[in-house]
C-alpha cells in the first residue's frame, strides 16, 4: 500500500529533477564560449513505482536522476582529429617551403641573381671590348664575386632555416611531453571521482581538448574501455574507463604511465650540407635513458611535426642506395666496407658527407672517409668507405667485424627516403648548380694563360680548412675520387668563391691563350669568348643555360608550394565541415538553452505547486479531521 505521504515525496523529486536541469543549464550557459567544453544534459528515469496489489497495479513515485552526462560524439572526434592533424602537416611543408622560396625570389629580384648574370654578363662585354684593360678586369672579377655571394647567402639562409627548424622540433617534443603529463593526470582525478561519484564531465572536457591539441603535432589515436573488477561471471563495471592515447602506433598514455619523448643530436651528418646536431626523437627509456626511435618518416603518421621534420631532412626520395660488395676488416684504413650503387651519381650530385653513418643490412654503422670509382658513363658506383666502426656498450666506438659470407648482397643505404623536396634537396641542387657551372668555366679558364703568360688556374673554387683554395682543374681524374682529394665534390653553394688569387691581381685573370700572349696581341680573347658562349650554352645542365637552371628551382619550388597550399586548404575545408558536425552535437546553443531554461523553470514551478497542494491536504488531514 502506498504510503500516505507519497505525493509529497513524489512532487520532491520532480523539484529535485526540475532543480538538476536548471543548475546544468546555467553551467551550459555559463560555458558556452569555452573552448572544448561539452554540452550536458541531464540523465533520469521513472522512479522505482510501489506495488500497491489493487486493480491498477502500480503506482509511480516520481523521476529519479541518474546523472549529469556530456553530448559527444566520437567517431566525429576521430575524424576531426585524424584530418586536423593532416592539415597542420601539409599546412607545416607549405609554410615552410615559401620561407625556402622567399630565398629564391630574393635571388630573382632586383639584386638577385637575374641582374648579377646580367652585370657577370656585362662585364664580360666590356672586357671583350679592351682585354687588357684593368678596370674592366676589375670590373668582371667583382661581378663574379658578387655573384657567388649571393649563392653563398642562399645556402646560409637555407641552414638557417634548418636550424628554426630544428629548434621548433625540441620545443614540440616538450609540448608532447606536456601534454601526456597533463593526460595522465587527468586520467587519475577522472578515475578517482567516476568510481565513486559519477561523469567527471568537466574534468573530461579538459582531457578532450589536450588530445585535440595534440592532434595538430601527430596523428592520435584514442581507446576508452570500461574498467572492469574482477574476472569472467564476476566482472563487475567500475563505473570508470581505462583511456589510452596513441601517437602512430605507440602508446603515449593510459591510466598506468604517462610515456616521454626526447630529443638528441645526431653525432654525424646525414647529408653533405646538414648543420651540426639535428635532432633525432626518441622514448625516453629506463634510468632517462634513450630508448627506441619514434620514425616519423613512417606512413603511419602524420602532423605538424612530421610536415617540418620532411622539410629539414627531405631528400625528393632520393637517398643513397645499393649493396654490399665486399668486406674487409684487415686493411690499413681499418674496417672497410665496398658498395655496387644501383645507379651511378654524379660528382656534382655527390651528396655524401665525408663521415657519417650508413646502414648494412638493416644494421646501423660509423664511417670515416670514402673512395668511390667512375664507371664507362662518368658516373661514381662504386664506393668504399673506410675506418667502419660500431658502438660497443660504453659508447665507445670500435672497429667493425664482419661476416662476409651473411652480409655480402645485401642492401647497404644512407638516411631515410622522404617524398618531399626539402633543404637538403634544394641544397643538393645548389651545389649541382655551383659544381657544374665551376667545372664548365674552370676548363675553359685553365687552358689560357693569364696576363703574365702563367698557365692559368681554376677561376672558381673554394677555401680549404687552411684557407686555401682547392686545385680542381690540374687534379681532375677519371677513375675516381676520395672524400679529402681536391675535387669539385668539396664545392659547395655554402665555400664557392673565386678564386683568391685572381681576386687580388687581376693580371691572373685569363681572357687568351698562351700564343696569344707570346705574341704580344693585347685584343685576343679567345678564352673569354667561351666562356661568354657559356653564360648561354643551353647545353650545360639538363635544364638548358645558367639562369633557365635556377629558374627550374624556383618553378619546382612554386608547383611544390602550391600543391601543398591546395592541399592544406582542401584539408582544412575537410576539418571545418567535420568540427561543425562534432559541434552540432556538443556546443553549447545559447537559444536552446534559454528555452530549456523556461521549460525548466515552468516545471520546476509546477513541482513547488504539487507540492503546495499537497501540503494543504495533508494540513486538512492531519490538522483539520477529527
Known amino acids: 500500500m502506498a504510503s500516505t505521504f507519497l505525493g509529497l515525496n513524489t512532487g520532491l523529486s520532480g523539484l529535485n529533477y ?26 533520469s528515469q521513472a522512479a522505482q513505482a510501489l506495488r500497491v496489489r489493487t486493480s491498477y497495479g502500480m503506482m509511480g513515485t516520481g523521476v529519479q536522476t541518474t546523472g549529469v552526462d556530456q553530448l559527444r560524439n566520437v567517431y566525429y572526434d576521430t575524424k576531426f582529429r585524424a584530418s586536423n592533424s593532416k592539415m597542420k602537416e601539409y599546412s607545416a611543408i607549405n609554410e615552410q617551403l615559401s620561407q625556402l622560396q622567399s630565398y629564391m625570389n630574393e635571388m630573382q629580384s632586383e639584386s638577385g641573381y637575374t ?16 682585354p687588357s684593360d684593368a678596370t674592366y678586369r676589375t670590373q ?18 637555407y641552414q638557417k632555416s634548418q636550424t628554426d627548424i630544428n629548434n621548433e622540433i625540441a620545443i614540440h617534443v616538450d609540448t608532447i ?55 569472467g561471471n564476476d566482472e563487475v563495471d567500475s563505473g570508470t574507463t581505462r583511456y589510452e592515447v596513441r601517437i602512430g602506433n605507440a602508446l603515449l598514455v593510459d591510466d598506468m604511465e604517462s610515456r616521454q619523448l626526447t630529443v638528441a643530436a645526431r653525432s654525424e651528418k646525414i647529408n653533405q650540407n646538414d648543420i651540426d646536431g639535428l635532432y633525432d626523437v626518441y622514448w625516453v627509456g629506463l634510468n632517462h ?69 650508413i646502414t648494412l643490412n638493416c644494421k646501423d654503422y660509423f664511417y670515416e672517409g670514402f673512395e668511390a670509382v667512375y664507371d664507362a658513363n662518368g658516373k661514381l658506383n662504386s664506393f668504399t668507405f673506410k675506418n667502419v666502426s660500431l658502438e660497443d656498450e660504453t659508447g665507445k666506438r670500435v672497429p667493425a667485424q664482419f661476416n662476409a659470407a651473411i652480409d655480402v648482397g645485401r642492401p647497404a643505404s644512407m638516411g631515410d627516403s622522404i617524398d618531399c623536396k626539402g633543404i637538403p634537396y634544394y641544397m643538393t641542387e645548389l651545389n649541382e648548380f655551383v659544381r657544374t657551372f665551376s667545372t664548365y668555366m674552370n676548363d675553359i679558364f685553365t687552358e689560357g694563360a693569364d696576363a703574365n703568360g702563367d698557365p692559368g688556374m681554376d677561376l672558381f673554387t673554394a677555401a680549404d680548412v687552411y684557407g686555401k683554395d682547392y686545385v680542381l682543374t690540374a687534379n681532375k681524374s677519371t677513375t ?46 679567345g678564352v673569354l669568348d667561351k666562356m661568354i658562349y657559356g653564360m648561354t650554352d643551353q647545353n650545360m645542365y639538363s635544364q638548358g643555360t645558367v639562369a633557365q637552371f635556377l629558374q627550374a628551382v624556383t618553378t619546382s619550388q612554386a608547383v611544390d608550394i602550391s600543391k601543398f597550399e591546395s592541399f592544406a586548404n582542401n584539408m582544412d575545408e575537410v576539418t ?39 501540503n494543504e491536504v495533508y494540513d486538512k488531514l492531519i490538522n483539520q479531521t477529527g
Not at 115 to 130: G, R
Not at 140 to 157: G, H, K, M, S, W
Not at 330 to 357: C, F, Q, R, W, Y
Not at 577 to 593: A, C, F, G, L, Y
Open 18 to 43: 526540475h532543480q538538476t536541469n536548471l543548475n546544468t543549464t546555467a553551467h551550459n550557459i555559463s560555458n558556452a564560449d569555452r573552448e572544448g567544453y561539452s554540452r550536458q544534459t541531464v540523465l
Open 115 to 130: 641582374k648579377l648574370l646580367a652585370e657577370v654578363s656585362a662585364a664580360m662585354q666590356d672586357l671583350a671590348s679592351s
Open 140 to 157: 668582371f672579377t667583382q661581378a663574379i664575386n658578387n655573384f657567388t655571394d649571393l649563392i653563398n647567402e642562399v645556402a646560409t639562409n
Open 177 to 231: 611531453n606536456s601534454i601526456s603529463s597533463q593526460i595522465f593526470t587527468l586520467n587519475k582525478q577522472i578515475m578517482n571521482i567516476e568510481t565513486r561519484y559519477g561523469n567527471a564531465n568537466d574534468l573530461r572536457d579538459q582531457r578532450e581538448l589536450l588530445v585535440d591539441q595534440l592532434s595538430e603535432l601527430v596523428n592520435v589515436t584514442v581507446v576508452e574501455t570500461p574498467l572492469m573488477y574482477r574476472e
Open 289 to 357: 635513458s634513450l630508448g627506441e626511435e619514434f620514425n616519423f618518416n613512417s606512413r603511419n603518421v602524420t602532423g605538424l611535426m612530421k610536415g617540418l621534420l620532411e622539410v629539414r631532412d627531405g631528400n625528393n626520395a632520393n637517398p643513397f642506395e645499393g649493396t654490399i660488395a665486399a668486406m674487409d676488416t684487415a686493411t690499413a684504413d681499418g674496417s672497410t666496407v665496398t658498395i655496387e650503387l644501383d645507379e651511378g651519381i654524379d660528382i656534382d650530385k655527390l651528396n655524401l658527407p665525408k663521415e657519417g653513418t
Open 480 to 525: 675516381g675520387i676520395t672524400s679529402v682529394d681536391s675535387t669539385y665534390y668539396q664545392i659547395t653553394a655554402l665555400n664557392w668563391s673565386i678564386n683568391q688569387e685572381i681576386a687580388r691581381d687581376q693580371s691572373k685573370l685569363v681572357v687568351s691563350y698562351k700564343e696569344d700572349i707570346e705574341q704580344l696581341n693585347k685584343d685576343a680573347k
Open 576 to 614: 571545418t565541415v567535420i568540427n561543425n558536425q562534432r559541434m552540432s552535437v556538443s556546443s553549447v546553443d545559447t537559444n536552446e538553452e534559454a528555452a530549456a531554461l523556461v521549460m525548466y523553470q515552468n516545471g520546476y514551478n509546477l513541482a513547488s505547486k504539487v507540492i503546495s497542494v499537497m
